[in-house]
């Protein structure tokens, strides 16, 4: 079994910055691979906000690009998404995802893991 935890989700003005962490844990875990983020505002669908693999390699969705910056320390199995820039249409709950193989009984499985979200409201 793994879990993800968000923290640093709240209220910051337009023009603001926010970080948000995500810690991965779990006794089962074999390795943790591709983390990311995405993000559900009042009425519209979850959409990405920036992905990570395990190497370092980032992606991220046009409307964040250049304002938010996804990082990760996989000594402490924590992925970070810094917030520069904020606008209000960022306001959303924010969800951390990880791809993650287990070890169970000696028997290797796959399993996608969301966190349970933390809200991040912009003001205007």
């Known amino acids: 079994q793994a879990q993800l935890v968000e923290s640093g989700g709240g209220l910051v003005q337009a023009g603001g910055s926010l970080r948000l962490s995500c810690v991965a844990s779990g006794r089962s875990i074999f390795s943790i691979n591709d983390m990311g983020w995405y993000r559900q505002a009042p009425g519209k669908q979850r959409e990405l906000v920036a992905t990570i693999t395990r190497g370092g390699s980032t992606n991220y969705d046009d409307s964040v690009e250049g304002r938010f910056t996804i990082a990760r320390d996989n000594a402490k199995n924590t992925v970070y998404l810094q917030m520069n820039s904020l606008k209000a249409d960022d306001t959303a709950v924010y969800y951390c995802?990880?791809?993650?193989?287990?070890?169970?009984?000696?028997?290797?499985?796959?399993?996608?893991?969301w966190g349970q979200g933390t809200l991040v409201t912009v003001s205007s």
């Open positions: 995802n990880a791809k993650i193989t287990l070890d169970i009984t000696s028997k290797y499985r796959s399993s996608e893991v």
